[in-house]
């Protein structure tokens, strides 16, 4: 490709909104621009990237065994009805009506579209088991789309969807998931982690989570340095320390403007460990055969010296989704803001109690009268409540499994893989029949990568001040050619080799000077640089320059095209030798 017919053009400064090093590049070096939030064109380089990584995700499907398809983006909305999703997911989902008046939606994952599929191909054990791919586009209208193409509405996903008879089956392909997913991250050269998640909207029991940790991320990541425990702080659990101890008497005091815990310890002169906080929250509550909603009032409860992780408390309530309370719901059920708890509480909602919480004794809380709280408060004597750990892990907590200090870090989002079971299966009908003729539902998985995160994030992790540094696996080119000589015919000759010998060129051959072709070279970050230069020339030479350490070497002119080989063959083994395999235990 000759830069003189680009499509695209480079920036000298990065458009306002430019929110991390990598975003900036791949808009000052032409590979997206931004038609409105979270709403991207892939320009030519950008397309020939994201290209390459797709190239390397078929390449590790296919290696596991599954087969390729293409779902529509556009969906009945009659089969999201069947599994309730319809009417559980909330604006994220965008529905629309046809003009014969069907309902409508555009699709942000294709687990109904799949199993719509597979109940009219699977009748029999002998059909099992079966695993399918897709590289297609979808579309959530997140309402908080940043980072370029970290988080958008419309987006590339490679999902990937098992069907199996049995949870040995199930167990056995997402094991190997588990394992290509790694080995995709590192033939892009992004390193990665696999950490425990919250299966969400998905649905499940077994999720992971492979995350690239960066500070532009927003995943916080519970890991464990000593024993290798690792798990979105979403589901991160950590050993707590209970404070049991002869229950005492219930006794009210006076506690004027002690609305906080630290406000409160200091007037009591006690530690934090020795409250229970009241955290309030609505949550939204949706019939899947109706699509009715209601809300109503969850009451957390907590100790003093922990906070609620809002993902735990959904969970645990068992709520489509939970906002935080207004002040007239919470004194509708008698409960006064500031000094709240579930003693005198009235009316109808839901009762939270984290564990650490119910295995201490005599903490003090809200009197539910302002300037008064009560002292010795017993779980299961004063109050009552379901018991979950609602408690969100933080950096220098007890490691669950070790006990030594836990360290949180932040993270992107890279892919997801989910045990959906037969969640799916059962709402739609997909059932089968086993060798003793009994009908049975099929076992589920679903897995999914994002494609234009993932380029978002080599770009994070592949840059130096001057640009762009990508790997050879995923560049959309692997030479950038420039020639700083007013022969033609000597450079016209080099970029013909070069392209004979099959390596992908981009040759700069515009009129502009060396230091504009340079800077350009650096900001797109294409892993081999050749520069044709009148010195080097005269020796019949060329020289050569490697983006990522700056190694400079001439090579003669009729060598080129294989010593370049040579140097890209070089670079694709430090890829290859670092290939991750990493076995789900």
Same mark, same amino acid.
């Given at each position: 490709?000759?830069?003189?017919?680009?499509?695209?053009?480079?920036?000298?400064?990065?458009?306002?909104?430019?929110?991390?090093?990598?975003?900036?590049?791949?808009?000052?070096?032409?590979?997206?621009?931004?038609?409105?939030?979270?709403?991207?064109?892939?320009?030519?380089?950008?397309?020939?990237?994201?290209?390459?990584?797709?190239?390397?995700?078929?390449?590790?499907?296919?290696?596991?065994?599954?087969?390729?398809?293409?779902?529509?983006?556009?969906?009945?909305?009659?089969?999201?009805?069947?599994?309730?999703? +319809?009417?559980?997911?909330? /604006?994220?989902?965008?529905?629309?009506?046809? !003009? &014969? #008046?069907?309902?409508? @939606?555009?699709?942000? %994952?294709?687990?109904?579209?799949?199993?719509?599929?597979?109940?009219?191909?699977?009748?029999?054990?002998?059909?099992?088991?079966?695993?399918? +791919?897709?590289?297609?586009? /979808?579309?959530?209208?997140?309402?908080?789309? !940043? &980072? #370029?193409?970290?988080? @958008?509405?419309?987006? %590339?996903?490679?999902?990937?969807?098992?069907?199996?008879?049995?949870?040995?089956?199930?167990?056995?392909?997402?094991?190997?998931?588990?394992?290509?997913?790694?080995?995709?991250?590192?033939?892009?050269?992004?390193?990665?982690? &696999?950490?425990?998640?919250?299966?969400?909207?998905?649905?499940?029991?077994?999720?992971?989570?492979?995350?690239?940790?960066?500070?532009?991320?927003?995943?916080?990541?519970?890991?464990?340095?000593?024993?290798?425990?690792?798990?979105?702080?979403?589901?991160?659990?950590?050993?707590?320390?209970?404070?049991?101890?002869?229950?005492?008497?219930?006794?009210?005091?006076?506690?004027?403007?002690?609305?906080?815990?630290?406000?409160?310890?200091?007037?009591?002169?006690?530690?934090?460990?020795?409250?229970?906080?009241?955290?309030?929250?609505?949550?939204?509550?949706?019939?899947?055969?109706?699509?009715?909603?209601?809300?109503?009032?969850?009451?957390?409860?907590?100790?003093?010296?922990?906070?609620?992780?809002?993902?735990?408390?959904?969970?645990?309530?068992?709520?489509?989704?939970?906002?935080?309370?207004?002040?007239?719901?919470?004194?509708?059920?008698?409960?006064?803001?500031?000094?709240?708890?579930?003693?005198?509480?009235?009316?109808?909602?839901?009762?939270?109690?984290?564990?650490?919480?119910?295995?201490?004794?005599?903490?003090?809380?809200?009197?539910?009268?302002?300037?008064?709280?009560?002292?010795?408060?017993?779980?299961?004597?004063?109050?009552?409540?379901?018991?979950?750990?609602?408690?969100?892990?933080?950096?220098?907590?007890?490691?669950?499994?070790?006990?030594?200090?836990?360290?949180?870090?932040?993270?992107?989002?890279?892919?997801?893989?989910?045990?959906?079971?037969?969640?799916?299966?059962?709402?739609?009908?997909?059932?089968?029949?086993?060798?003793?003729?009994?009908?049975?539902?099929?076992?589920?998985?679903?897995?999914?990568?994002?494609?234009?995160?993932?380029?978002?994030?080599?770009?994070?992790?592949?840059?130096?001040?001057?640009?762009?540094?990508?790997?050879?696996?995923?560049?959309?080119?692997?030479?950038?050619?420039?020639?700083?000589?007013?022969?033609?015919?000597?450079?016209?000759?080099?970029?013909?080799?070069?392209?004979?010998?099959?390596?992908?060129?981009?040759?700069?051959?515009?009129?502009?000077?060396?230091?504009?072709?340079?800077?350009?070279?650096?900001?797109?970050?294409?892993?081999?640089?050749?520069?044709?230069?009148?010195?080097?020339?005269?020796?019949?030479?060329?020289?050569?320059?490697?983006?990522?350490?700056?190694?400079?070497?001439?090579?003669?002119?009729?060598?080129?095209?294989?010593?370049?080989?040579?140097?890209?063959?070089?670079?694709?083994?430090?890829?290859?030798?670092?290939?991750?395999?990493?076995?789900?235990?």
């Amino acid at each position: 490709m000759r830069m003189s017919n680009m499509f695209s053009r480079t920036l000298r400064e990065a458009p306002s909104g430019a929110d991390s090093k990598g975003y900036e590049y791949l808009l000052r070096a032409g590979y997206i621009r931004q038609m409105g939030a979270g709403i991207f064109s892939l320009l030519p380089l950008g397309f020939r990237a994201t290209a390459k990584i797709e190239a390397i995700i078929r390449e590790e499907m296919e290696r596991i065994g599954a087969q390729e398809i293409l779902m529509p983006v556009v969906n009945t909305a009659d089969i999201w009805k069947e599994t309730g999703r +319809y009417y559980s997911i909330d /604006k994220e989902m965008s529905r629309f009506e046809d !003009r &014969a #008046g069907r309902d409508m @939606v555009l699709a942000m %994952t294709h687990e109904e579209a799949v199993t719509d599929l597979a109940r009219g191909e699977i009748d029999s054990y002998k059909r099992l088991p079966l695993l399918v +791919y897709q590289i297609q586009t /979808k579309w959530r209208d997140d309402p908080r789309p !940043r &980072a #370029g193409l970290i988080r @958008v509405r419309e987006f %590339t996903m490679k999902d990937s969807y098992s069907f199996d008879r049995d949870q040995a089956g199930l167990d056995k392909v997402y094991k190997a998931h588990y394992k290509a997913y790694f080995r995709i991250f590192s033939r892009c050269a992004l390193p990665s982690i &696999a950490v425990g998640a919250d299966s969400g909207m998905m649905g499940g029991k077994v999720s992971h989570e492979y995350m690239y940790l960066s500070p532009i991320g927003e995943d916080t990541i519970i890991t464990c340095p000593e024993c290798g425990y690792t798990a979105n702080r979403q589901v991160a659990a950590f050993k707590k320390e209970y404070f049991p101890e002869e229950e005492k008497e219930l006794k009210k005091v006076e506690t004027p403007d002690t609305k906080t815990i630290d406000s409160l310890c200091e007037f009591l002169n006690i530690e934090p460990r020795q409250t229970a906080k009241a955290v309030f929250m609505v949550g939204t509550f949706v019939d899947d055969h109706t699509g009715e909603e209601h809300e109503k009032l969850i009451v957390a409860i907590i100790r003093g010296d922990l906070d609620v992780e809002e993902s735990k408390l959904s969970n645990a309530a068992r709520a489509n989704s939970i906002r935080p309370a207004h002040e007239e719901e919470i004194t509708s059920h008698g409960i006064v803001p500031g000094f709240g708890s579930l003693i005198g509480a009235t009316g109808d909602f839901i009762a939270i109690v984290d564990d650490s919480a119910a295995r201490s004794n005599n903490l003090v809380a809200g009197a539910n009268e302002a300037g008064y709280h009560y002292l010795n408060t017993n779980y299961g004597r004063d109050y009552s409540g379901t018991v979950a750990d609602i408690a969100s892990a933080r950096d220098g907590f007890a490691c669950p499994v070790c006990s030594k200090k836990l360290s949180a870090s932040k993270g992107v989002e890279i892919g997801n893989i989910f045990q959906l079971g037969t969640r799916y299966s059962e709402s739609m009908n997909c059932y089968y029949q086993d060798e003793d003729g009994t009908r049975k539902p099929v076992i589920m998985g679903s897995y999914g990568i994002g494609v234009g995160r993932l380029l978002a994030c080599i770009a994070e992790e592949h840059n130096d001040e001057a640009g762009l540094a990508l790997p050879v696996s995923v560049a959309p080119y692997q030479v950038h050619l420039i020639s700083l000589v007013k022969d033609t015919a000597v450079a016209e000759s080099v970029y013909e080799s070069l392209q004979n010998a099959g390596i992908d060129v981009l040759y700069d051959d515009r009129k502009e000077s060396a230091g504009v072709k340079f800077a350009d070279a650096d900001l797109i970050g294409i892993p081999v640089r050749i520069t044709i230069g009148n010195r080097s020339l005269k020796e019949g030479k060329v020289e050569v320059k490697i983006r990522t350490t700056g190694e400079t070497t001439s090579f003669l002119v009729e060598d080129l095209a294989d010593e370049v080989k040579a140097e890209l063959a070089k670079l694709q083994k430090e890829i290859d030798d670092n290939i991750v395999e990493k076995e789900l235990n």
